[in-house]
T-cell receptor, first 111, second 113 residues
Framework: KQEVTQIPAALSVPEGENLVLNCSFTDSAIYNLQWFRQDPGKGLTSLLL?????REQTSGRLNASLDKSSGRSTLYIAASQPGDSATYLCAPLTGANNLFFGTGTRLTVIP | GAVVSQHPSRVICKSGTSVKIECRSL??????MFWYRQFPKKSLMLMAT?????????EQGVEKDKFLINHASLTLSTLTVTSAHPEDSSFYIC?????????FGSGTRLTVV
């Protein structure tokens, strides 16, 4: 069974800093990997999706990389803003519609 | 982009009653939808896969008689928590895929008193 670990569990940074969130997964036979954002008490918002054949994806200040063979993905956030404060979840897709979630990284950006 | 609508966003019910949560794909057809449960500060746990026109597939440890899933059309799946108890209080989220990644509903906070 796929196991997903996200480090750190919580992160607090001053506004403007660049930061990296880490995700590791045990089963490298994935179809793709998706990064989500979850605000307290809310649903999930998709940020980036990386296909298994890709190395990275970029959207605005966000850049996600994927090293499938080593079971790792990182989410890079440039010039962090208070509005970026949320929990970030990574979810590799394994097999037929099996989306596994890590426990997330709770990010706080201090103004 | 794909939109998934989930209602209600919050519901409080008395112990022993049943609660129905709706999940709709607004601008695409979803033959498969997924129901997740999330405990405070925990990750999302897949409860079941809802299949249009057929029975849902439940994950191990999820009581299918307690969590009834109906997927009667290509745009609507419902989760009914039957005879709810306080331990069923949780955050429930549905999702669907248009073929490129997964889109999630906004979630339902269920409180059983």
């Amino acid at each position: 069974k796929q196991e997903v670990t996200q480090i750190p569990a919580a992160l607090s940074v001053p506004e403007g800093e660049n930061l990296v969130l880490n995700c590791s997964f045990t089963d490298s036979a994935i179809y793709n990997l998706q990064w989500f954002r979850q605000d307290p008490g809310k649903g999930l918002t998709s940020l980036l999706l990386i296909q298994s054949s890709q190395r990275e994806q970029t959207s605005g200040r966000l850049n996600a990389s994927l090293d499938k063979s080593s079971g790792r993905s990182t989410l890079y956030i440039a010039a962090s803003q208070p509005g970026d404060s949320a929990t970030y979840l990574c979810a590799p897709l394994t097999g037929a519609n099996n989306l596994f979630f890590g426990t997330g990284t709770r990010l706080t950006v201090i103004p | 982009g794909a939109v998934v609508s989930q209602h209600p966003s919050r519901v409080i019910c008395k112990s022993g009653t049943s609660v129905k949560i709706e999940c709709r794909s607004l601008d695409f057809q979803a033959t498969t939808m997924f129901w997740y449960r999330q405990f405070p500060k925990k990750s999302l746990m897949l409860m079941a896969t809802s299949n249009e026109g057929s029975k849902a597939t439940y994950e191990q440890g999820v009581e299918k008689d307690k969590f009834l899933i109906n997927h009667a059309s290509l745009t609507l799946s419902t989760l009914t928590v039957t005879s709810a108890h306080p331990e069923d209080s949780s955050f429930y989220i549905c999702s669907a895929s248009e073929g490129y990644g997964y889109t999630f509903g906004s979630g339902t906070r269920l409180t059983v008193v």
